[in-house]
């Protein structure tokens, strides 16, 4: 594999009149987390699909290297499918089923759903669902993951608990991810590299590095200064030493 | 579509209504406030029940009348399902046939009586031809709209895992229709149902449709309501059968978002 297995080059895409990229280049680096954050409609989705080969660029030229597997917002998982069914879709490709069922069971209990394999997804809270994704998505032996707003769709409370599980997932299964999110503090959390977009067309404002192990407490001072810092580039905070000095 | 699950109190309740509807009919027909050959009682429907068992007539209408109902649905299921598919997936298929299928669905399958007496004759094949027409419609409609409700996350979710074209179809496709098309098989079984008593009433010369035509020209009241019943509790254990299809643990997600 290719140490830079995904790259924009001069891409820039239109939807008839409206220009949703223009011009932009990016390289993500193999093993790297990037968190692609952004003013709602700015073209964050966009960028994924790119990558996913699901919109072709109208300039410029996309590569990718690797295997790639992507994680939707809700509802990717087939409700005709039970919880072991959908994972098993992961491991498709695998020939044998001794070696197949080994990694079933590997992921039912990273998951924390043991016991549920037999459960249709309706049966299981937003949560759990999500969770089976990311199994789905990491089971077997793939590059890339790209993740869609992954815990928009849950509540805080699970979707803290879910960052700190991927971040342990993605320990044991170490990947290239791509995490497009409107949560600051989720980038932060989870990413070592953050990547503010403009409004349309989509340019990179600002690059945050985070050399931090992961998993990492939403409270340490160093995700508490970098949202600080996404949210200022945003033009959603201001200073607040400035902000005292009024007072 | 929801199942209630009832308690063993509450299944007394149907029960309970029907003989208290049956001493209602009773008591109606002993004060003879009609005659008996406009308001026959229990008693003679029940007599009227026993002899046509014994003379075989009622299991000879009732075979007849499902054979007819059975094949003319099953072949609307098996070419109105792939046509239906397609249309869902060709757009432009969709635009110059639907208004077509429109036109057939909202045309009474009655009206085509007499055609079906003129082209076929009398007996099983015109009744089988207007189950036909009254169910190949709406199965069309409903497993295309079924397939226009596909999330598209499913197929990119598909193309994402290497499912190749013929899995799309078997594993994505029929799958993610299947509890609609259950719920359109149930309302159409439901129509040709209605339908064959009509049918045969005309274009036959056997089965429960005729059974009731002919009690009415013989002024048997008493078979009369016997057909009636025996269709009514007909139509309830075909709805009956095919509900147990939305028990399936692959299609429940279906009925219970």
Redesign the interface.
Known sequence: MRDKPLRLEGVSLSYGEVEVLSDLTLEIGAGEFVAIVGPSGCGKTTLLNLFSGFVKPSAGRVECDGQMRMVFQHDGLFPWLTVAENIRMGLRHLRQEAERARQLKEMLALIGLKGFGGHYPHQLSGGMRQRVELARALAGDTDILLLDEPFSALDYLTRLRLRRELALMLRERPRTVVLVTHDTEEAAQLADRVLVLSERPARVRCELNLDLERPRDATHPEVVGAVHRILTELGLEHDAESALVRM | MREERLSPKMRLLPLAVLVAALALWAALSSFRLFPESLFPSPLSVARGFLEEVRSGRLLNDVVASLFRVTTGFVLAVALGTPLGLWLGHQAKARAAFLPAINFFRNLSPLAWIPFAILWFGIGDVPAIFLIFMASFFPVVIATMAAYASI?S??F??AE???FRSRELLTQ?TL??I?PQVITALRVTAGLAWLVVVAAEMIAGRDGLGFAIWDARNGLRMDLLVVGMIVIGVIGVVIDRVLVQLTRI??????Y??
């Open positions: 999330p996350v499913y990119r979710v994402n895992y290497g994505v799958p993610a299947m643990p692959s299609v429940r997600w279906g219970e978002r």
